[in-house]
């Protein structure tokens, strides 16, 4: 089993940046997969970043590439989502989400981290 806990989120700027991170607890991190999702206002959740347990691979939803860039400290049981060039539209809560490298479906979720991008 695997909790998570996102910090990180906030008010900024149109143009800005924030960092969210995602501490992990449970022996299994290092054999997780780890991604963040989002979820707007009246809006369907959205795929934003994916890493692979080794950090070796990384995944992007199309309206964040270039933008955020997803990392992870496998010493520090930490998965990272570093925003920059923020829009408006980025606006909604992201939740970190893990699972074990083998099975399919997201099974760990966090309760997730609010993030406001004014204009």
């Known amino acids: 089993q695997v909790q998570l806990v996102e910090s990180g989120g906030g008010l900024v700027l149109a143009g800005g940046s924030l960092r969210l991170s995602c501490a992990a607890s449970?022996?299994?991190?290092?054999?997780?997969?780890m991604g963040w999702f989002r979820q707007a206002p009246g809006k369907e959740r959205e795929f934003v970043a994916s890493?692979?347990?080794?950090?070796?691979?990384?995944n992007y939803g199309d309206t964040v590439k270039g933008r955020l860039t997803i990392s992870r400290d496998n010493a520090k049981n930490t998965v990272y989502l570093q925003m920059n060039s923020l829009k408006p539209e980025d606006t909604a809560v992201y939740y970190c989400?893990?699972?074990?490298?083998?099975?399919?479906?997201?099974?760990?979720w966090g309760q997730g981290t609010q993030v406001t991008v004014s204009s």
């Open positions: 989400v893990g699972k074990l490298r083998w099975t399919a479906n997201w099974n760990y």
């Open positions: 449970g022996r299994t991190f290092s054999s997780c997969d």
């Open positions: 890493i692979t347990w080794s950090g070796g691979t990384t």
